[in-house]
């Protein structure tokens, strides 16, 4: 490893004191421990690793992205989590300043697993949604990039995982 992304590796002992417990622990275990400093990918469905609850590890990260310190991306049912290194700069104070800092704030509600498309498809009527997956359909055939066609297969699986859903209650 380079000396660079070992120096990235390296969180301010300052932030780690602010943070509640469970996102240090979270924090910590993601990222300092994985090999890439760069970002690492998190599954909503692998908080054994962390030995904590699911809503505790959604909690923690929400924390870290409400304070500027992580940025997750969707990808699929992961997320890519990138760490804003630039955000270290703001805790470079000296300790004895810590006893007058307010400690950060648990998160209480998760947003990051909030779909925006989700919330378009709650909004459109039936016939909308058919056409919807009509043009998606349309757009898959013509389409000559295989990247793209894995993105609209997926896109159309979650639409009607969606309407699926609807159609039960």
């Known amino acids: 490893m380079e000396n660079d992304d070992y120096k990235k590796k390296?969180?301010?002992m300052q932030l780690m004191a602010l943070l509640p417990p469970i996102?240090?622990?979270?924090?910590y275990v993601?990222?300092?421990?994985?090999?890439n400093p760069k970002g690492c990918n998190y599954s909503p469905t692998s908080h054994g690793i962390y030995h904590m609850s699911q809503?505790?590890?959604?909690?923690?990260?929400?924390t870290l992205i409400d304070n500027g310190i992580v940025n997750a991306i969707p990808n699929g049912d992961w997320y890519k989590l990138v760490v804003n290194y630039d955000k270290f700069k703001e805790f470079n104070y000296p300790f004895k300043d810590l006893f007058d800092k307010d400690g950060i704030k648990?998160?209480?509600?998760?947003?990051?697993k909030n779909n925006k498309v989700e919330g378009i498809i709650n909004q459109l009527t039936l016939s909308e949604k058919e056409e919807m997956v009509k043009r998606l359909g349309y757009e898959l055939a013509s389409s000559s990039d295989n990247d793209r066609k894995k993105e609209i297969?997926?896109?159309m699986a979650r639409e009607c995982?969606?309407?699926?859903?609807?159609?039960?209650?």
Do not use: Y
């Open 10 to 12: 390296l969180i301010p």
């Open 23 to 27: 996102a240090v622990k979270f924090f």
């Open 30 to 35: 993601t990222f300092v421990l994985s090999k």
């Open 55 to 62: 809503e505790d590890c959604d909690l923690a990260l929400q």
């Open 106 to 112: 648990l998160s209480t509600e998760v947003t990051f």
């Open 153 to 155: 297969r997926d896109e």
């Open 161 to 169: 995982f969606i309407l699926s859903k609807k159609d039960a209650k």
